[in-house]
């Protein structure tokens, strides 16, 4: 065996032993969803509040299409003042 093999092998030996990741849950994925959709909702809102509630301006800084916006203004029920 030559010697980069052999670092190879004694690097491997090593190394700790890798743990199995735990699969989610239906509730942990649940708890994804509301934080994800809180987390986009808060944005959205100070984007809106930002822009003058202007939507067009909101959907350009959020890097998002304005018919999306208006999507999920209504889906989250975001109100405009």
Known sequence: MHRGAEQDLNLSQRRPPTQAAETPTGEDQALFRRST???EADLMRKALAH???NRTLAARELGIH??????KIK????EQD
């Open 37 to 39: 959709a809180q987390a």
């Open 75 to 78: 889906q989250y029920g975001i």
């Open 51 to 53: 822009n003058g509630n």
């Open 66 to 71: 304005r018919a999306t916006l208006y999507r």
